[in-house]
């Protein structure tokens, strides 16, 4: 009975803990999505003043730190919901407004009007991209093989697409792209359709978090010289990853399409 009356005695405004605490594990995640967030938020400022060259490597950096944060919320068993709205909300901050105005600024400005509205279109397709995406990850009737594709180019892969004109420009191939914006225009608003369209792609999510021992070699190697290459010679690089990715997608859909028969097949025995 004391212990009732010693429960029903309202506590002092200043006794007990208010709040309580979170753990480090929830923090880092955050970070990074933070750090990714002012890169890009770099990358406008640098591409106003005409550093365009800095300001995609801003936007580089963007995405590596996209690929970082959820990994590590993940492999620290950190993430949470406020994570999860935190880095959409950065994703179309770096992948959806930040590419949009460096293309702008650098080609698509001489068209006027009609090169705003491509840009307009590249923004709101990545922010649909990313809308459907976080609809996608309540859907618990998915197979489990389709978590290892995406649907449509996913944000980060259609930044990095959307600035190739700008890679082949820092080559010296393309001098100046105000010349070739009625070539550069089609190709981002095709890029900004890939984003919200079902092709399927492939995703890196779902890779295996142990490889075969002689293995280890090899990709240790492979990493290393992918990112010397990608130091020494970065638009080289970032042109042969654009590349490659467009000439991925055939193959994904493929290896969809043969996932999805299998799955039906095994439905109606």
């Given at each position: 009975?004391?212990?009732?009356l ?17 753990p ?18 770099t ?5 106003i ?8 490597g ?46 702008y600024l ?15 279109i ?7 991209r ?7 990850l ?15 180019a996913?944000?980060p ?5 959307a ?8 080559l ?19 890029v ?8 399927p ?5 779902t890779?295996?978090?142990r ?9 240790l ?13 970065p ?8 590349l490659?990715?467009?000439?991925l ?21």
């Open positions: 009975m004391a212990a009732d010693e429960l029903d005695v309202p506590k002092k405004p200043g006794s007990g803990r208010r709040f309580k605490q979170v480090v594990r929830f923090l880092l995640p955050n970070l990074i999505t933070l750090l990714a967030l002012c890169s890009g938020i990358a406008i400022r640098l591409g003043e005409g550093r365009y060259e800095l300001a995609v801003a936007v580089i950096i963007s995405i590596v730190l996209d690929a970082v944060d959820g990994r590590l919320a993940r492999f620290l068993k950190g993430t949470s919901r406020f994570g999860a709205e935190l880095d959409s909300l950065a994703d179309f901050v770096n992948f959806g407004v930040a590419p949009a105005i460096l293309i650098w080609s698509l400005n001489d068209m006027r009007t009609m090169g705003w509205v491509v840009v307009l590249l923004a709101v397709c990545c922010a649909l990313l809308a459907r995406f976080n609809v996608a309540d859907d618990a009737d998915k197979p489990e093989w389709s978590t290892s594709f995406f649907s449509g996913p944000a892969a259609g930044a990095g697409l600035m190739l004109p700008m890679y082949i420009g820092f010296g191939i393309v001098n100046d792209g105000h010349i070739y914006s009625e070539f550069i225009a089609p190709y981002v608003v095709a900004a359709l890939l984003m919200v369209s079902r092709v792609t492939y995703s890196g999510k890779l295996r978090p490889v075969p021992r002689d293995l280890v070699l090899p990709i190697g492979g990493g290393a010289l992918a990112i010397v290459c990608l130091i020494a010679f638009w080289h690089s970032l042109t042969f990853m654009a490659a990715y467009l000439a997608i055939p193959f994904s859909i493929r290896s969809y399409r043969r996932f999805k028969a299998k799955d039906l097949q095994a439905k109606d025995t």
